[in-house]
């Protein structure tokens, strides 16, 4: 029997009673499923999983991803993606060094974007007894249900273009910044034309309908979408801030604080979510990643 604790007051949840190192039995995983869409993040502490288990537990959902930046999967594993900060005995990051520094729905510039992720923490970085890096997710459902009609009727039928070679322009260019600042300086692997090649910008609905809950969502977000289809520059950037500022109001927000042995999954057809980089080595930050792979926006 699993107990469901909700955390957040729109999403977030803790499911306890269940051990993912093990294949769960048809009706328990039915429950977890079950608990993990109402909830739309939901997580599990104090597991002990090989990549071989975390790959078999969210397989059940569907089939896995493999992520664009090869570099940063896990070797004979390559559904899985590695998210460190950690660097190999020749200072090569092991890792993707910088997912999840704006707020984004995973795979979003893909036609068919992925469904869940599930990330397992290995290592968590702890400074004077306080947890950092946390990650923060935010409902697009609770924040669409929640705009002023004017604006639902606004958005309904528009669409937007959600477009990797945007994020990774705007990601450099961040970098950029930070490491100008004084910040962390991230190994960036320069995509080849075939990888770049594999994602091209696709254009989908602003509001979207979930696939299982069939809650309406708001999908757009800073890291993905270049523009609002159909309407000037000025109205796009215009409308988008408005949005990105209201499904980050503290109500539709949970903010995850990380324990080793944690693994959390989250809704990207529900949520959004954003890494915090407020660590560095000597502090050391490692998780695994794995994503299932969803049906195109509608
Ligand atoms: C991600 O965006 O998938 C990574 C989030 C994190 O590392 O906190």
């Known amino acids: 029997m699993i107990t469901v604790n909700r955390i957040g007051k729109h999403l977030g949840a803790e499911i306890s009673g269940v051990d993912l190192s093990k294949p769960l039995a048809d009706d328990t995983f039915a429950q977890v499923a079950k608990a993990f869409f109402d909830n739309e993040v939901a997580f599990f502490r104090h597991q002990k999983l090989t990549p071989e288990q975390q790959v078999a537990f969210t397989r059940r959902f569907g089939v896995l991803e493999q992520h664009v930046r090869k570099e940063s999967r896990l070797k004979d594993h390559p559904e899985i993606l590695i998210?460190?900060?950690?660097?190999?005995e020749n200072g090569n990051a092991i890792g993707s060094q910088d997912a999840g520094r704006f707020w984004h729905s995973d795979l979003s510039y893909k036609k068919e974007p992925s469904m869940l992720s599930a990330l397992y923490s290995l290592e968590?970085?702890?400074?004077?007894?306080?947890?950092?890096?946390?990650?923060?997710?935010?409902?697009?459902?609770?924040?669409?249900?929640?705009?002023?009609?004017?604006?639902?009727?606004?958005?309904?039928?528009?669409?937007?273009?959600?477009?990797?070679?945007?994020?990774?322009?705007?990601?450099?260019?961040a970098q950029k910044q930070e490491q100008a600042r004084g910040g962390r300086v991230i190994q960036e692997h320069v995509l080849t034309d075939d990888q770049l090649k594999s994602v091209p910008d696709v254009e989908t609905p602003i509001v979207r309908t979930h696939p299982v809950t069939k809650r309406k969502g708001l999908f757009v977000n800073e890291a993905h979408t270049s523009h609002?289809?159909?309407?000037?520059?000025?109205?796009?950037?215009?409308?988008?801030?408005?949005?990105?500022?209201?499904?980050?109001?503290?109500?539709?927000?949970?903010?995850?604080?990380?324990?080793?042995?944690?693994?959390?999954?989250?809704?990207?057809?529900?949520?959004?979510?954003?890494?915090?980089?407020?660590?560095d080595l000597p502090l050391r930050r490692l998780m695994h990643r794995t994503t299932v792979r969803g049906t195109a926006a509608v």
């Open 228 to 279: 609002i289809v159909g309407v000037s520059p000025e109205e796009s950037e215009r409308l988008l801030s408005e949005l990105y500022a209201h499904v980050i109001k503290p109500e539709f927000v949970y903010t995850h604080h990380w324990q080793p042995g944690d693994l959390l999954m989250w809704d990207n057809a529900a949520v959004q979510h954003k890494a915090t980089f407020d660590y």
């Open 83 to 88: 998210i460190s900060n950690l660097l190999d």
């Open 124 to 173: 968590v970085p702890v400074k004077d007894g306080r947890v950092l890096g946390d990650t923060s997710f935010a409902s697009t459902t609770a924040a669409y249900e929640a705009l002023p009609a004017e604006t639902k009727q606004r958005i309904d039928g528009l669409k937007n273009v959600h477009s990797y070679r945007f994020y990774r322009s705007k990601n450099i260019e």
